[in-house]
């Protein structure tokens, strides 16, 4: 196997992405404002494919609960939050003393790495550019391990050839399924590389951010209380359509948890988080329905995006669909026309080892993502 390894040390400003480099923070998808103030139009109107964001809206209870506490905004949140975490242990079918819950994945990161403190930390990617940027603010050894040599899998096998670069109180931090790719990681192989990983005192991150879009199961939520060495994150904001209250979770052993309380502000989760996330994560129905549709639905974005000459979509596991540009034709060009027309993507030129030929779109509405064909249809064979 053709192994491409980046190493940086420690990670620089300037992250080296093959021949190109990103310069300062990479944007991320979702900046509907932006959008809307260089078009001169309402937000409400951009179509939004560059955020990965449950289409079916939050649900239903989710104003209810908001306007039955609107007046509880004068007060202090709840700093145990223990109706909270009861909600989140029995919807990710664990314990509440193994979960803490965090203002979404980045203050978690930032909390786990200060814990942790690790001695190097190697990232598959390309990835979620947050693990990188949290490590580069500490000065953290990193080692990026190249997985657009293995068609953007990360398994055994690549395992394998890097295992080497593991030292004493390494963090390897594998997001599951990936983002921007889509691919999953399978439990039978994580539980494999958590064992080796023990072995050499070193720490699993896994980042299950979009595993309740996955048609199967492959959590390793399970493992948490036989393995001091595993750390998972998840997220409410993405599945339960929820961004803009920001919450998350961090899954781990007691003692991981403990010395992560440790370094949690007092009032990260805010009040109307606390509320909703209280009861949302019960809302079956709701849950149902979502798993139901983005089942159907990203089967046939995925198949559209196939039939058009001149991408190839990458099979989704999760609610998005990565693609690549196989005709003369940048990414950067394709988002600007598509923006004309309303319509935001997400260009991936700034991930680690990709370039101007891949972008991610996200499963929303079916008559969002007919419009979305429709537009790339006629851009792609005008």
């Known amino acids: 196997m053709d192994l491409e390894l980046v190493k940086i040390v420690p990670v620089l400003n300037n992250l080296v992405l093959g021949e190109k480099k990103m310069q300062g923070k990479p944007i991320h998808g979702g900046n509907v404002y932006k959008a809307a103030k260089e078009l001169n139009i309402p937000y409400e109107q951009i179509l939004d494919f560059s955020a990965n964001i449950n289409p079916l809206g939050f649900a239903p209870i989710v104003e209810e609960i908001i306007m039955e506490h609107i007046k509880d905004i004068i007060y202090y949140p709840d700093v145990e939050q223990n109706e909270l975490k009861e909600a989140a242990a029995s919807y990710y079918n664990t314990s509440p003393k193994n979960l803490m819950p965090g203002n979404g994945s980045v203050e978690l990161i930032n909390i786990i790495l200060e814990a942790l403190r690790p001695s190097k930390t190697i990232i598959p990617s390309p990835t979620f550019s947050e693990y990188a940027l949290s490590c580069e603010s500490r000065n953290i050894e990193t080692v990026f391990v ?23 109180n390494s963090l390897f931090i594998i997001c599951n399924p990936n983002n921007p790719t889509g691919k999953l990681v399978r439990k039978e192989d994580l539980a494999i590389i958590l064992r080796e990983l ?30 001091d060495n595993l750390i998972i994150l998840k997220s ?66 995925w198949g559209n995006l196939k039939d058009i000459p001149g991408l ?13 540009i196989t005709k003369d034709e940048k990414i950067s060009t394709l988002a600007e026309k598509l923006k004309k027309k309303g319509i935001l993507i997400r260009d991936c030129s700034n991930y680690m080892f990709l370039d101007d030929s891949f972008f991610r779109v996200a499963v929303k509405s079916r008559e969002d993502n007919d419009v979305l064909i429709s537009a790339l249809k006629e851009i792609m064979n005008p």
Not at 207 to 221: G, H, I, R, T
Not at 313 to 324: G, H, R, T
């Open 146 to 168: 190249n997985m657009r040599t293995n068609d953007f899998r990360f398994d055994l096998e690549l395992f394998d050839n890097i295992k080497g670069k593991i030292t004493q």
């Open 198 to 227: 023990q072995n050499k005192k070193s720490y699993l991150m896994l980042d299950e951010a979009f595993m309740d879009f996955v048609d199967k199961d492959e959590s390793m939520v399970s493992y948490i209380e036989e393995h």
């Open 236 to 301: 409410v904001t993405k599945f339960f359509a929820l961004a803009g209250l920001r919450l998350g979770f961090v899954l781990a052993n007691q003692k991981l948890i403990k010395r992560f309380y440790d370094l949690k502000d007092p009032w990260n989760i805010n009040t109307f988080a606390g509320f909703v996330g209280s009861k949302v994560m019960s809302d079956k129905p709701y849950i149902d329905r979502t798993r139901q549709y983005i089942l159907l639905e990203k089967r046939r974005l």
């Open 312 to 324: 190839e979509p990458l099979f989704p596991e999760a609610n998005f669909v990565f693609v690549k």
